[in-house]
């Protein structure tokens, strides 16, 4: 299975902060990676897929690159409504795996 | 609108069977790849299974022979059966609805399944 690695694990940003999350996973999947967002008890929701395409509705603050191994979320202006735990998830190979998350904290 | 609406979860004796459902509105299931996705109580996301609009079904290697994922197309619905439960298969179960390429573009709410004498 491929392994996918997120840092760090938390942040602590203020409102307006850019923030920066990576993912690695331990074999190349081009470009077949998601992101998606998890609030308190609510299910997760997608963000991001084939790397860099931002999913209808999401606003453009989020963004994300790379390709291979090696990816990034951005979110460019942090807002009160986006602390919340951040997931990359690979489709290049079954099974889907996901990483560990990244909890996005109010500093 | 896209609503997917689980439900069936509860509490189980380690051993024991229970059947997930998940109820769809706005699009058929039948024409859509369909996946269950788990996440054990404050852990990360794990995907489960999954059923292509073909009738190929999928599943990880900690389920495989113990849960079958299944479609009700005059009811259209997504059924997980879920039998032999142990303690790790304590999560709550998400069913989604995947787009081009995997990615799982409408989730349900999540039912909450608990293996526990």
């Known amino acids: 299975d491929i392994q996918m690695t997120q840092s760090p694990s938390s942040v602590s940003a203020s409102i307006g902060d850019r923030v920066t999350i990576t993912c690695r996973a331990s074999q190349g999947i081009s470009s077949w990676l998601a992101w998606y967002q998890q609030k308190p008890g609510k299910a997760p929701k997608l963000l991001i897929y084939a790397a860099s395409s931002l999913q209808s509705g999401v606003p453009s603050r989020f963004s994300g690159s790379g390709s291979g191994t090696d990816f990034t979320l951005t979110i460019s202006s942090l807002q009160p409504e986006d602390f919340a735990t951040y997931y990359c998830?690979?489709?290049?190979?079954?099974?889907?795996?996901f990483g560990g998350g990244t909890k996005v904290e109010i500093k | 609108e896209v609503q997917l609406v689980e439900t069936g979860g509860g509490l189980i004796q380690p051993g024991g069977s229970l059947r997930l459902s998940c109820a769809a509105s706005g699009f058929t299931v039948s024409s859509n790849y369909m996946s269950w996705v788990r996440q054990a109580p404050g852990k990360g996301l794990e995907w489960v299974s999954v059923i292509y609009s073909g009738g190929s079904t999928y599943y990880a290697d900690s389920v495989k022979g113990r849960f079958t994922i299944s479609r009700d197309n005059s009811k259209n619905t997504l059924y997980l059966q879920m039998n032999s439960l142990r303690a790790e298969d304590t999560a709550v179960y998400y069913c989604?609805?995947?787009?081009?390429?995997?990615?799982?573009?409408?989730w349900g709410q999540g039912t909450l399944v608990t293996v526990s004498s």
């Open positions: 989604a609805r995947e787009g081009d390429g995997g990615y799982a573009s409408y």
């Open positions: 998830q690979q489709a290049n190979s079954f099974p889907p795996t």
